[in-house]
């Protein structure tokens, strides 16, 4: 079983910080991507931030400059530092991960629960 859990969301005022953080765990052989979507109401959800096992990392262009991605190999997690928050940063933030179970075994995606981000005044 492989469980991913996402933390840290919650209510900011415009221009405020938050910083999610995202752990997976059980039986991991190997963790590749790492990236966290987002989903507003009646908005498809979309990829905010990603980042490869050896650090690469990519942005959406509504993320760049103001969020950084980063992780934590030796702990199997993720974090996304959020500033200059705008209210249309709002939607509930998803954490995936591409996860390996046995070394012989194929890829799969695993998705958290979400956590809300509230940005308003």
């Known amino acids: 079983q492989v469980q991913v859990v996402e933390s840290g969301g919650g209510l900011v005022q415009p221009g405020g910080s938050l910083r999610l953080s995202c752990a997976a765990s059980g039986s991991i052989f190997s963790i590749s991507s790492m990236g966290w979507y987002r989903q507003a109401p009646g908005v498809q959800r979309e990829l905010v931030a990603g980042?490869?096992?050896?650090?690469?990392?990519n942005y959406a262009d509504s993320a760049k400059g103001r969020f950084t991605i980063s992780r934590d190999n030796a702990k199997n997690t993720v974090y996304l530092q959020m500033n200059s928050l705008k209210p249309e940063d709002t939607a509930v933030y998803y954490c995936?991960?591409?996860?390996?179970?046995?070394?012989?075994?194929?890829?799969?995606?695993?998705w958290g629960q979400g956590t809300q981000v509230t940005v308003s005044a």
């Open positions: 995936a991960a591409a996860i390996q179970i046995r070394s012989w075994g194929s890829w799969s995606n695993y």
């Open positions: 980042i490869t096992s050896g650090g690469d990392t």
